[in-house]
């Protein structure tokens, strides 16, 4: 059995510690009052839990019972767009991107490269032509408006045709002997073996879909506002309420955790198998 040196699990070890240090702090300050952040003496586990005059939930209650905020309704239009947008860009990408790797030729070149070229472009630079065709299609303040204009993603067709181009063709031979149209083929025998990358272009979009929060503040209203654009609502011109705004920030973090927790052995897979086909 090797044995490799100590050195190397305590570097392992620091390296976990200063990642995990942001975390560590936005729950800690999510237990914590507006004195515990001017107070000279740190607590590490918050000063909510050793305040006897306040519950160690009451940032908590406060989020939740913030009328400007609305928190939970923000919460749940979170979930709606993002799994909306997910499911939406991984059925167009897969789509665009197997006809990039399977149909050759110079106008498949030239559409892929527009494609690459399109990564290059900041997304900001789009947002004013984006925004006017989403207010002419009266999307604002809609589902429609948070999702399609950001379903249409160039990196999740790049890493969804770098897969197929190291798919087994004999395996869609072998379907279009049986009869199979390209369609069928793409349902039935690409589709359910693709599980690792669309589970790693799915976490990818989810996780960015979820953090959004321009293209969010400019299309929602009280209606459809996500979590990132209500948590701005803790910054004011009065200052800033950091004790309520790290609750809803440590709020914010679990779906993506869990998310990410699920989903972390077929999103390494998918971009292992992408990166050996590219």
Known sequence: MKRFPVWRYVLATALA????????????????TDAGFTSPHFHWAGDLFTDPSQPWYANLASVFTNQSVNLAGSLLNSVVVSVLQTLGTVVVSMLAAYGLARYDGRASRILLGLTLFTLMVPAAV??????????????????QGLVVPP??????TYLFRSHFLGFPHEL???ARLDGANPWQVFWRIVFPNSGGIIAAVGTITFMGSWNAFLWPMLVARDNTRTLQVSLSRFMTSQGVEYPELFTGAMISLIPVLIVFVVLQRWLVQGMELSGMSS
């Open 17 to 32: 510690l200063v990642f995990l240090l942001p975390f560590y702090m936005i729950v800690r300050n999510a237990f914590s």
């Open 126 to 143: 789009t947002f004013i032509p984006t925004y006017i065709m989403t207010a002419r299609l009266q999307w604002i303040d809609s589902y």
């Open 151 to 156: 379903m249409f993603s160039a990196l999740a």
């Open 172 to 174: 869609e031979e072998a």
